[in-house]
C-alpha cells in the first residue's frame, strides 16, 4: 500500500496543537511566572514578587495593610492596589527584600494574625504622591574651630561593603548595588553577567539595579537576583 508523502507530517502537525489546545483547556498551559505563584496564598517572604501590589501581600499573608504600611515606612496615601516594584523609583531606600524580611517575621509570630482581615477599599485612580528629596543637613560652626571634618564612605549612597571572606548572595542584591559591584562582591565575572541579562558588553558597569529596571533594560530586579544565582551555581 503507497502512504501519501505529506500523511505523517500532517499527523504529527494535528497532533501537536492537540497537545496544546488541551493544556490551554484544561488550565495546566503556563506562560507567565506570575500563574506559578497564588498571592493569596503566600506562605514565606521568598514568595513576595515585585509585580505583587501592597494589597495582595497584605491579604495573602493576613498582615493588616496599616500595619505593613508602618513597617515599611509607605505614606498612608499611598493606593493599597499600587505595585511594590513602582515604590522602589519612588520611596528611597524601598527594597522588595525588605518586604519579604517583614513578611517573614510576621509570619514567624501567627498569634498576631488576623484571621478575619478588613476588607480593602475598591481601587481609584489616586497618583503616588510626591515624596521629596531629603534637605542635607547644613553644620554651622559655633565657637573656636573652623568646624571642619572629613567623614568616611564615598558619598554615593550605595549598599555598605561585605565583612572580608563573604560572598554576596543573589537574593541579597538589592537596587542601590551596581553591575560592578555586584560582579567584584559576588565573584562572577562581569562579561558572563552581561551576557546572561543579554545586555551589550559595553553597558556601563556603574549603572545600578533601579536604573536598569527604570530604564527597562532589567524587567525587575528579581530577574538579575536569578542570573546571578544562577552564575554563582555555574549555570
Known sequence: MKVNRFFLPGLLFVLL??????????????????????????????DIRGWMTFEEVSLGTGMGIDA????????????????????ESVLPGFETTVVREVVDAFLAQPAQADPNPTPLPAATATPLPAIA????????????????????????????PLPAGEILAGSAIKGSHTLAGIADQAQISLPDLLTKLGLPLDTDAALRVRDLVEQGLVGEVDDLRGAVTALQEGK
Open 17 to 46: 496543537f492537540s497537545t496544546v489546545g488541551v493544556a490551554q483547556w484544561s488550565g495546566n498551559w503556563i506562560v507567565s511566572g506570575k500563574q506559578m505563584i497564588d498571592p493569596s496564598q503566600l506562605t514565606s517572604g521568598a
Open 133 to 160: 528629596d531629603p534637605v542635607p543637613t547644613v553644620h554651622t560652626p559655633v565657637g573656636e574651630g573652623a568646624g571642619e571634618g572629613v567623614g568616611e564612605g564615598d558619598g554615593t549612597g550605595g549598599p555598605a
Open 68 to 87: 505593613l504600611y508602618a513597617a515599611l515606612g509607605v505614606p498612608a496615601d499611598v493606593p493599597p492596589q499600587t505595585a511594590m516594584k513602582e515604590m
